[in-house]
Structures are given as C-alpha cells and as structure tokens.
C-alpha cells in the first residue's frame, strides 16, 4: 500500500505539472470559438430592415473618388483600462483601452480615433433666471403646496412658496478637456466583439508610505502618493494593482490632470498590526465616566513591527470636534500629535511613527465632553 500511495502522489505531481499549459490550450480554444461563433453569426442577413443609397459617379480621368460617410454609432464605446504596478520603488502606469461594438455592421481594417470629446452632450451654458425670495407662514405649509398644485395655467415663480424648476438638459458624462488617441494600426470589430489595445506605458513619481487607521483597521496598508509629472491628461478607468507581478486589487482611477497627484492603495501591509482599546473601570483603568450631561473617555492605540525592519507609519485617528458654543470638548493627547487636521480636515490627528524591528508604540487619548442638561450627546469614540 505504501508503494502505491507513493506512486500515486509522484503521479498527480506529474499532472499536476500538466495541468497549467492544457488549462491555457483549452482557454485560447475558447476564446477562438467565441470569436468565430460570432464571425459567423455576423455573415446572416440582419434581422432588421437596411437603408440603402445607390450613387452614381463619373469617374474623372485624374484619379479615383472617394465616398464618405459620417454618422454617430451610438452602439460603439470604450474605456480606459490601466495596468498599475508598484515595483523597485517606481511606479509604472500601462495604458489600454477597450472598444466595444454593439449593434450593426462590422469594422473590417478600420483606423480609429478614440475622442473624449461628447457631441451628443450639453454645448451652452445654462440660463440663470431670477432668484426670488418670500416668507410664508410656517403653520401653513400644506394649504401653500395644495394652491400650487392646483392652479392652473399659473407660472412656477408666480406661486407662493414654490420655486421654478431649473430647465431639463442632457448632461455630458465627462467634464475635462478633449483627449484623442490615433491607433497607429487598422482593427477589426466585430458585432457584439470587446477588444483590448494596448497603448503605452507612462512612468510616475511616486512616494511610498504606510498608513494606519487603527480604529478601523488591524493592519497598515501601504500607499503610494503618485504625481502625473507625464505633462499630459490621465484619463479615468479600472486600474488593476500589482505590487512586484502580484495582483493586490482593482479601484477606479479619477482623472489626474497634468501636475496632479493621485492616491493609491496597494494592499494589506502584514507586519505592522494596530489595535485600539476602550479602557474601563475593570481593569484599574479610568474608562468610561458618564453623568447626565458629561462623558470622559480614555483610549489607547498601539501599533506593533512584527517584521525584521523598520516601518515607517503614519497612524490616524478623528478626535472629536463641535461647532456647537454648549458642546465642550476636552482633548489630551500622549505623545502629541505630528500633525493637526490633516489634509484640513478638522480634528483628524496624525502620529509619523519610526517602528523599530519587534517595536510597540502606544497612544494615549482622553476625551472630556460637556453639554447643557436636557440635551442629548450624539457622538461615538
């Protein structure tokens, strides 16, 4: 029995080794046959009816004559699609696009221009009408809107209480400048075809860091601060996220104009752990003390190295803020933050930490919320 098991595992080894090329063999097959189920369906007679125009052409003794015809084929899209990958310190940004057909004839040799442009979009400013302003009675709001509703042949701005509506207009999806890109080779599309065109690779300044939310989170993650010092538009699209050749991940990339800079997330970083502890009164703590209209809180953050190098992270947390006179908050804090309100954002604290290799560093925050009695506090740590 020993003997067989051991063949039998030497064996499954070997199909095991087998098993990759004849998985790709049978995926390229596949796709071949799709493409080619859709080629032939593409040969029948369109189920619908077809404008024909017949031209008759002299045909001048200097040269031929060139027939062409513009229209919108509202069946045709495509998308920017980035390849994103975070290795040796830079970062490589792989640009492609996916055109896709929809409906009607095919696109045999085609050269394309791919346009952000939007001709079927809003082309003129808005009108701005009159703003006009009115009190009414607070005790009545119903018999207003009941008058409104029912008059007729009354103009919006006339009626007491109610506002004219802004004019219904189509709104353009993008809202940037107009980006073209010539394809230098003619393609083939098929009806109902989506194919993928690789278009070049841009190289992107790049600041690595790690980031903490201790609050929310139990590990760092690791983010790349990315410039687009490319002089040109990046457009929007789906980026895949490699760190070295490993896929971490896939998030919508916004429009980065030239000079801009981007924020990006490169997956879980496992050797820098975070926890944060609501102290009570059972362990000797100070904890929790709450009266009929104050409450003292008292937390504590830690974050860990468990790797074999040092980490540098930069640790968050949203303390808390009013912009209410009768709200009184208390806020101290151990060690100081490094920075106050970061990004602008009011009361979020951040803590630059240098974490040795096997290093624990512990955050200490008390929290002192004072209000009128009567009122209530709506508020978590």
Do not use: K
Not at 28 to 54: K, N
Not at 169 to 192: H, I, K, N, Q
Request: hydrophobic letters at 45%; aromatic letters at 6%; a negative charge.
């Amino acid at each position: 029995i020993a003997t067989d098991i051991a063949a039998n595992a030497e064996r499954r080894a070997t199909l095991a080794s087998e098993l990759p090329p004849l998985q790709e063999a049978l995926f390229d097959a596949q796709e071949r046959r799709a493409r080619a189920e859709t080629a032939l369906d593409a040969l029948f007679a369109p189920s619908e009816d077809w404008a024909l125009v017949t031209l008759s052409v002299d045909v001048p003794a200097a040269g031929p004559v060139v027939l062409r015809a513009d229209y919108l084929d509202f069946s045709a899209n495509w998308q920017v699609e980035y390849d994103v990958r975070l290795a040796d310190g830079g970062l490589t940004l792989g640009r492609s696009v996916a055109v896709e057909r929809g409906l009607g004839l095919p696109w045999i040799e085609a050269m394309l221009t791919l346009s952000t442009a939007q001709p079927q979009g809003q082309t003129r400013a808005r009108d701005v009408n009159r703003s006009i302003a009115r009190i009414v009675d607070p005790e009545a709001p119903n018999l207003i809107i009941g008058r409104a509703i029912g008059t007729a042949g009354m103009e919006a701005d006339t009626v007491p209480g109610v506002m004219a509506a802004a004019p219904r207009m189509v709104e353009a999806s993008f809202d940037g400048p107009v980006v073209e890109y010539r394809l230098p080779d003619p393609v083939t599309l098929l009806t109902g075809g989506r194919q993928l065109l690789a278009l070049d690779t841009l190289e992107l300044a790049a600041e690595e860091y790690l980031a903490a939310a201790p609050r929310f989170d139990d590990t760092a993650f690791l983010m790349v601060d990315a410039t687009n010092d490319s002089g040109e538009t990046i457009l929007p699209g789906l980026a895949r996220l490699f760190r070295e050749d490993t896929l971490v991940g896939e998030e919508p990339l916004p429009l980065i104009a030239a000079g801009d800079m981007v924020t990006l997330g490169f997956g879980p970083e496992l050797s820098v752990a975070l926890d944060v502890e609501f102290l009570d009164q059972q362990e000797g703590d100070r904890g929790i003390i709450r009266g009929q209209n104050t409450r003292e809180d008292e937390i504590r953050l830690t974050a860990t190295n468990l790797g074999e190098a040092a980490q540098d992270v930069r640790l968050r947390y949203a303390v808390p803020t009013s912009q209410q006179e009768d709200l009184v908050i208390a806020v101290d804090m151990s060690p100081a933050p490094t920075t106050q309100d970061a990004d602008d954002l009011l009361g979020v604290m951040e803590w630059a930490l240098t974490l040795a290799p096997g290093e624990t560093t512990e955050i200490e925050l008390a929290f002192d919320l004072r209000w009128p009695e009567g009122q209530v506090l709506n508020w978590r740590p």
